[in-house]
Structures are given as structure tokens and as C-alpha cells.
């Protein structure tokens, strides 16, 4: 069983930075593709980014594209996105998902496993 913990929401300005940290259980993440995804209040869920099982291939969304980046660290267990230039059209509440057959999808059924969410709030 894979445990997936999201980390890193809060409440910010318009145009600041926020870093989401993904931390995952198993000792075969290297081997999970994964993906970001969020869902605002009265939306549906949106996928955000993926990233590939040794993180050389990325994908994203274009309403973030330029704004965000994912990463990951393979040696801790961990998924990031990197956030800047927020909008407050960025508010949501993100989850960090993983493929376990090591996939860059964009596709939420794709993902076996999920994470319960962080929020992610930006004012204007």
C-alpha cells in the first residue's frame, strides 16, 4: 500500500512563491509516476503536472506552465511543486498522486493512489 502526504499549503499574496512537498511511503517510489492535481471550490479536479520515474520527463498544464515546476527526490521519498508567480486563480486544494505503473499521464484515473490534500489559498 502506497501512503501519499501532501504538505506546504497555506494562505498567500498574488505573485509570491509556495513550495507543496508530496512525501510517499514503499520502497519502490523511484518505480511511481506522479502527478499534481487540484480542485477548487465548485470545479471539477484538474491535473496540474507529472513527472516521470527518474523525473527527466515533466508535464504540465498550460495554465501553469512557466509558473510551476515538479520535482522529485527519489533518495526521499518526495514530490515537489514548485509554485511561483501564484494567481489567485491557483486556489485549490492539491493533491499529489502516484502511477504505479511509472507513467507521465494527465489523466486522474491513471493514478492508483492519492494523497488527502493540501489547501492552497491565494488572495488578490
Known amino acids: 500500500q502506497v501512503q501519499l502526504a501532501e504538505s506546504g499549503g497555506g494562505l498567500v499574496q498574488a505573485g509570491v512563491s509556495l513550495r507543496l512537498s508530496c512525501a510517499a511511503s514503499?520502497?519502490?517510489?523511484?518505480?511511481?509516476?506522479m502527478g499534481w492535481f487540484r480542485q477548487a471550490p465548485g470545479k471539477e479536479r484538474e491535473f496540474v503536472a507529472a513527472?516521470?520515474?527518474?523525473?527527466?520527463?515533466?508535464d504540465y498544464a498550460d495554465s501553469v506552465q512557466g509558473r510551476f515546476t515538479i520535482s522529485r527526490d527519489n533518495a526521499k521519498n518526495t514530490v515537489y511543486l514548485q509554485m511561483n508567480s501564484l494567481k489567485p486563480e491557483d486556489t485549490a486544494v492539491y493533491y499529489c498522486?502516484?502511477?504505479?505503473?511509472?507513467?507521465?499521464?494527465?489523466?486522474?484515473?491513471?493514478?492508483?493512489?492519492w494523497g488527502q490534500g493540501t489547501q492552497v489559498t491565494v488572495s488578490s
Open positions: 498522486a502516484a502511477d504505479l505503473r511509472g507513467r507521465v499521464t494527465r489523466g486522474g484515473s491513471d493514478y492508483q493512489h
Open positions: 513527472i516521470s520515474r527518474s523525473g527527466g520527463v515533466t
Open positions: 514503499g520502497r519502490t517510489f523511484s518505480s511511481y509516476g
